[in-house]
């Protein structure tokens, strides 16, 4: 249970997390505010658009219907993998649903999939005030494929957010977990959506998968003396031993140079006398 995010605090959360960002009209004061609460919010659902077309599934999901006014989720994520954001606040996406699975979520204490809902839109509990709602641009029919790009962007955005409020994965559900009625998404399960956001979790949010995330360095354990203790490949002496021995092979070449300097300024004399 959280305060939703401000718009300014979503984008910046999104684009943290590496999402191509589409900002459409004011998308940041399109709302249903007016009709109902908004928040606290439990949780996000995903949604499949049963559409084709990026430009007119952008202008459905923000304009919604006669009898069902837009904005109808926050943001359309295309197969392209951009997240065009059409709204901000209450939107009309979830509609009614299971209370039971409302307290699953909230209390993220499922298993790998909440309890099957026994209600739906008619006779549920009011979703569009818990949940941030995602529709995907796909047909829904089964066969229309998922691009790895628009994919990727979806489970980019719900790792943004649970990232954000500090959930886990399973604050991430599809609209047949939530509601009796619906079937939403089809394609992907909702099951392996939820381990991917988890993976996506344990790593910065910058991560692009199939890279490495850099080990930080261990600590520097070594002390000044060890410098000096050290030994080179096949030998005798370390460094300290090697040090002093020189110290004392240059004392001895300053005795013997001042003595030399002694010598030639005495033979000068003497020449300079003759």
């Known amino acids: 249970m959280a305060t939703p995010l401000s718009a300014a605090a979503v984008l910046t959360a999104l684009r943290a997390e590496g999402v191509r960002v589409v900002e459409v009209g004011s998308w940041r004061t399109h709302?249903?505010?007016?009709?109902?609460?908004?928040?606290?919010?439990?949780?996000?659902?995903?949604?499949?658009?049963?559409?084709?077309?990026?430009?007119n599934t952008v202008a459905m999901?923000?304009?919604?219907?006669?009898?069902?006014?837009?904005p109808?989720?926050?943001?359309?994520?295309?197969?392209?993998?951009?997240?065009?954001?059409?709204?901000?606040?209450?939107?009309?996406?979830?509609?009614?649903?299971?209370?039971?699975?409302?307290k699953q979520v909230t209390n993220e204490s499922y298993g790998s999939r909440?309890?099957?809902?026994?209600?739906?839109?008619?006779n549920g509990v009011d979703g569009n005030a818990h949940f941030y709602g995602w529709?995907?641009?796909?047909?829904?029919?089964?066969?229309?494929?998922?691009?790895?790009?628009?994919?990727?962007?979806?489970?980019r955005v719900q790792a943004a957010l649970c990232r954000a409020h500090d959930w886990t994965a399973?604050?991430?559900?599809?609209?047949?977990?939530?509601?009796?009625?619906?079937?939403?998404?089809?394609?992907?399960?909702?099951?392996?959506?939820?381990?991917?956001?988890?993976?996506?979790?344990t790593h910065p949010a910058n991560w692009t998968p199939g890279s490495s995330t850099?080990?930080?360095?261990?600590?520097?354990?070594?002390?000044?003396?060890?410098v000096w203790l050290?030994?080179?490949?096949?030998?005798?002496s370390d460094a300290y031993a090697y040090l002093r021995n020189t110290k004392i092979k240059l004392d001895a070449q300053d005795k013997k140079i001042d003595a030399l300097t002694k010598a030639v300024a005495e033979l000068t004399d003497l020449v300079k006398k003759g």
């Open 170 to 201: 399973k604050s991430v559900i599809g609209h047949l977990e939530w509601s009796s009625d619906k079937v939403d998404p089809r394609g992907f399960t909702m099951a392996q959506l939820r381990t991917d956001v988890a993976e996506r979790l």
């Open 230 to 236: 050290y030994k080179g490949k096949d030998e005798t």
């Open 31 to 55: 709302n249903r505010n007016q009709k109902g609460a908004w928040g606290p919010v439990n949780g996000s659902i995903v949604h499949h658009t049963v559409t084709k077309g990026t430009a």
């Open 61 to 70: 999901v923000r304009d919604g219907y006669a009898d069902l006014p837009g």
């Open 114 to 122: 909440p309890t099957p809902p026994t209600k739906g839109n008619l």
């Open 72 to 102: 109808l989720c926050h943001g359309m994520i295309a197969k392209d993998g951009q997240v065009h954001l059409v709204g901000w606040g209450r939107a009309n996406h979830a509609g009614g649903g299971d209370p039971v699975v409302l």
């Open 214 to 226: 850099p080990t930080a360095p261990k600590k520097d354990t070594m002390e000044p003396i060890d």
């Open 135 to 155: 529709e995907c641009e796909n047909l829904g029919d089964g066969k229309d494929p998922w691009p790895t790009a628009q994919y990727d962007a979806i489970v």
